[in-house]
Structure formats: structure tokens, C-alpha cells
Nanobody
Framework: QVQLVESGGGLVQAGGSLRLSCVAS????????MAWYRQVPGEERELVAV??????KYGDSVKGRFTISGDNTNNTANLQMNSLKPEDTAVYYC?????????????WGQGTLVTVST
């Protein structure tokens, strides 16, 4: 069974850094896209960054501070978060997609909490 496993969340002071990792396991399919989203209670899930074969896109609120990298050989995606702000506090979710045998499949991870203190 294909699943996404996230790690790296935690508590950090404003101005600090964290690195999130996501691994897609249980499959021989290569992920064609991997992304990070975040969500605050009561708000919609927001795109943070996405990486595909065609390039990289960032949400406006994280441009210049966050960097996504990926290795589709190992089906991993990392999110380096620098200059963190209290408003970056959220549950961060990894999302991945791949072309399966018959259809395009999308997966979500379980989420990892990032808390940025003042």
C-alpha cells in the first residue's frame, strides 16, 4: 500500500529554521509531483510549494524563505523553511501524485505540526 510519511515538524522560535521530509513508500511508481500544503484550524488548506518535472512553484507567503527539493528516484520531497514567522504555524501536509496502472493517483500524508513561537 502506497503511503506518505512525513517528518521534521516541531517547535521553533521566530527567525529559526526547520526541515520537513516526505517519503512515498510501498510503491515502485515514481512520483510525478510532490507538494507541501499547510492548514490552520478553521482555514482552508494552503499550497506552500510544489515540485514537478516541469518546475517548482511557491505560495506567495513563503517565497524567498522556503525551498522545496525532491528526488523522484527515492520518491522524497524536502521542505527547508528559513526565517520562520509565527504565522507559519500550521499543520503541514505532504501531497504526492503518480500515474498508476490505470489512473492518476493522489495521496496525502498524515500531517506534521510546525509551531513558531514569538
Amino acid at each position: 500500500q502506497v503511503q506518505l510519511v512525513e517528518s521534521g515538524g516541531g517547535l521553533v522560535q521566530a527567525g529559526g529554521s526547520l526541515r520537513l521530509s516526505c517519503v512515498a513508500s510501498g510503491t515502485t511508481f515514481r512520483m510525478s509531483a510532490m507538494a507541501w500544503y499547510r492548514q490552520v484550524p478553521g482555514e482552508e488548506r494552503e499550497l506552500v510549494a510544489v515540485i514537478t518535472r516541469g518546475g517548482i512553484k511557491y505560495g506567495d507567503s513563503v517565497k524567498g524563505r522556503f525551498t522545496i527539493s525532491g528526488d523522484n528516484t527515492n520518491n522524497t520531497a524536502n521542505l527547508q523553511m528559513n526565517s520562520l514567522k509565527p504565522e507559519d504555524t500550521a499543520v503541514y501536509y505532504c501531497k504526492a501524485g503518480y500515474f498508476g496502472e490505470k489512473k492518476y493517483v493522489e495521496l496525502w500524508g498524515q500531517g506534521t505540526l510546525v509551531t513558531v513561537s514569538t
